[in-house]
T-cell receptor, first 114, second 111 residues
Framework: AQKITQTQPGMFVQEKEAVTLDCTYD???????LFWYKQPSSGEMIFLIY??????QNATEGRYSLNFQKARKSANLVISASQLGDSAMYFC???????????FGAGTRLFVKA | DTEVTQTPKHLVMGMTNKKSLKCEQH?????MYWYKQKAKKPPELMFV???????INESVPSRFSPECPNSSLLNLHLHALQPEDSALYLC??????????FGQGTRLTVV
């Protein structure tokens, strides 16, 4: 079975500073994908970044980067230069071989302070 | 077009009502999903359709009945729901082993 653990229920960050959201995972699959999604209060889940288990480089998408440490089974999200609009719930997720069955962590609520 | 459109956005229904949630995508994705999300919890997978066939049913009660009329449409038929079924229902679509695109969800209240 696959499992995602996000140990930070809530995080505060000052505007324009960087923040790291933690994510650890457990899976018996050799091939898997790791995802981060943002969910504002409106409810929509917004895809941010993807890391494949065989990707040697850490994924980056604009201000988002994924710090992938395979041996430690961690996939932390780094948001650089935080903006007020980054205040939202952030979910780490995993899917395994064959895809389709994405499992989400409990989420981290990020608050960006002006 | 990178949107997943869900209707309605809000729904209030009685426990004896029958209603349907609708989801549409035009990205050519062959996998479509229904998730249920309670307040302050992560989304929980309910159903997965792959190439218009039901491939995953996460032991969802029969009062929830999914339907995939074609590759662009996904419905969730609701009948005899309970108040505890009140939640945000999210539809998503994806290609195989890629990120899922989510709709804005339907906020369902069962009274």
């Amino acid at each position: 079975a696959q499992k995602i653990t996000q140990t930070q229920p809530g995080m505060f960050v000052q505007e324009k500073e960087a923040v790291t959201l933690d994510c650890t995972y457990d899976t018996s699959d050799q091939s898997y994908g790791l995802f981060w999604y943002k969910q504002p209060s409106s409810g929509e889940m917004i895809f941010l970044i993807y890391q494949g288990s065989y990707d040697e480089q850490n994924a980056t998408e604009g201000r988002y980067s994924l710090n992938f440490q395979k041996a430690r089974k961690s996939a932390n999200l780094v948001i650089s230069a935080s903006q007020l609009g980054d205040s939202a719930m952030y979910f780490c997720a995993i899917d395994g071989t064959g895809g389709f069955k994405t499992i989400f962590g409990a989420g981290t609520r990020l608050f960006v302070k002006a | 077009d990178t949107e997943v459109t869900q209707t309605p956005k809000h729904l209030v229904m009685g426990m004896t009502n029958k209603k349907s949630l609708k989801c549409e995508q035009h990205m050519g994705h062959r996998a479509m999903y229904w998730y249920k999300q309670k307040a302050k919890k992560p989304p929980e997978l309910m159903f997965v359709y792959s190439y218009e066939k039901l491939s995953i049913n996460e032991s969802v009660p029969s009062r929830f009945s999914p339907e995939c009329p074609n590759s662009s449409l996904l419905n969730l038929h609701l009948h005899a729901l309970q108040p505890e079924d009140s939640a945000l229902y999210l539809c998503a679509s994806s290609s195989v082993n890629t990120e899922a695109f989510f709709g804005q969800g339907t906020r369902l209240t069962v009274v």
